[in-house]
């Protein structure tokens, strides 16, 4: 079984995630793991280990926990300049919607990102980056959103490539086109969803840079009609379907999303009985951000009971933006699920691993501990996994394996 592994860890607890072993975490105690390059080729229980000989390397886990990569399935970490002005207006009351209407907000980081070169947006998005895999985020999804028209639309995907092809992260791209209706565009929304769909979506096609389509549904953005004009488009081109849904209200903007069988629909404060039961249908995950919600100070909780009773499976993310989530932490977010949302910690784990993969279409090479699936993993110094919603900031994380190349936290 491990004859062919590279590495192996002995003496180690698994958290597999894997849902169809019973108990939380789909734990398997004191058990080894091999992987051979970038794939875990073997598990075993410590009783049936048998070290293999040849060149091989193993470590010894001492009873530690071992967990999927974390998946942070909900970004715009690529993004120029700050919003701590907006910050200070709004804790004097001024409100997220209001200071969209007067043209700051999502608008006011579309100037700063359109002025950026291609080579300073990746110096500014770098550090978010790099404070995400020190967590221990393995893969990360990465939106456009602050371009708003074809050269910086463009400009920001190719700076999420970039930053993929300098890190050893995992990147998936997002085109979010449809994020907030663009100046030039104010009187006639539709026209600027035309060229989204007609020149933007083939053009990113055609240079590769886009997995998915995302758009945000909402009052101060587009409606239904506008979103599902995309949709059509996206889907006419093969991309995966994502959507920012009953964020701020409720537009039914996820039975829109249901429809075209989106990978995942996110936020969700604002979504009812109908919005669940559609997207427990079409097998979409919820993507729930409790960063955003924290930072809005939104009172208005998702629908954490609907959810579970339709099994919804449920992803957790940072959503890391400069207007509602300046949080580059996954482990808040994890901590942010638990105590402001009420997932469990097992809920919480789940929502960066295993239904993180699921909001990517990735569920078949990533998030669990699985024989076949891809050597993203992370050692932790705890004796629970719960200790990684319920505590935060003690660096417990002792060693991070991204594609089977370790690195070790100093
Ligand atoms: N909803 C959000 O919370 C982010 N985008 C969206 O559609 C916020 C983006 C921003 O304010 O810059
Ligand atoms: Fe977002």
Redesign the pocket.
């Known amino acids: 079984m491990f004859k062919t592994a590279t590495v192996i860890w002995i003496n180690v607890n698994l958290a597999t995630m894997d849902q169809t072993i019973d108990g939380g975490y789909g734990a398997l105690r004191n058990q080894a793991i091999g992987i051979c390059d970038d794939r875990i080729i073997a598990i075993a229980p410590m009783q049936d280990f048998v070290a293999p000989l040849g060149e091989v390397t193993i470590i010894d886990a001492k009873d530690r926990w071992l967990t999927p990569g974390f998946i942070d399935a909900h970004t ?1 970490l690529v ?1 120029a300049g700050h ?1 701590a002005d907006e910050f200070e207006q709004r804790l004097q009351g001024v409100s ?1 919607t209001q200071i ?1 209407k007067l043209g700051g ?2 608008l006011s ?1 579309v100037k700063a990102t359109r002025r950026a070169t291609l080579e300073e947006l990746v110096t500014q998005s770098q550090p978010r980056l790099s404070a995400l895999m020190a967590e221990g985020v393995t893969c990360v999804e990465i939106k456009s ?2 371009g708003l028209n074809i050269d910086d639309e463009l400009k920001m995907l190719r700076a999420a490539k970039i930053l993929d092809a300098n890190n050893p992260v995992r990147v998936t791209t997002t085109l ?1 086109a449809a ?2 209706v663009p100046p030039e565009y104010k009187n006639n929304p539709d026209q600027y969803i035309d060229l989204v769909c007609e020149q933007l979506i083939p053009l990113a096609v055609d240079e590769s840079l886009v997995d998915a389509v995302d758009v ?1 549904c ?1 009052q101060i ?1 587009f409606s239904p009609a506008q979103c599902e004009r995309v949709f059509e488009a996206a889907q006419k081109h093969g991309l995966a379907i994502k959507g ?1 849904m009953e ?1 701020l209200s409720n537009q039914q903007g996820s039975q829109l999303a249901a429809r075209y069988h989106a990978l995942s629909v996110d ?1 969700l404060e604002w979504l009812d009985e109908a919005g669940v039961q559609a997207i427990s249908s079409s097998n979409t995950v919820a993507t729930l ?1 409790p960063s ?1 919600f924290y930072f ?1 100070r939104e009172t208005k909780l998702p629908p954490i009971e609907l959810l579970r009773r339709y099994q919804v499976p449920i992803a957790v993310a940072t ?1 890391l ?5 300046p949080l580059a932490s996954i482990r808040l977010a994890m901590h942010m699920a638990c105590t402001l949302f009420r997932l469990t910690p097992h809920e919480s784990l789940a929502g960066v691993t295993c239904h993180a993969a699921k909001a990517l279409g990735l569920s078949a090479s990533i998030g669990q501990l699985k024989v076949g699936m891809k050597a993203d993993m992370l050692l932790w110094n705890i004796e629970s996994p719960a200790q990684l919603s319920y505590q935060f900031g003690m660096h417990e994380l002792l060693q991070k394996v991204f594609d089977g190349r370790i690195s070790d936290v100093g």
């Open positions: 715009h993004y919003r997220y969209a907000g999502i980081t959103g602050y979010l994020h907030s945000f909402e953005a920012h964020q936020h951000l955003a809005l959503d933006n400069p207007g509602s989530a």
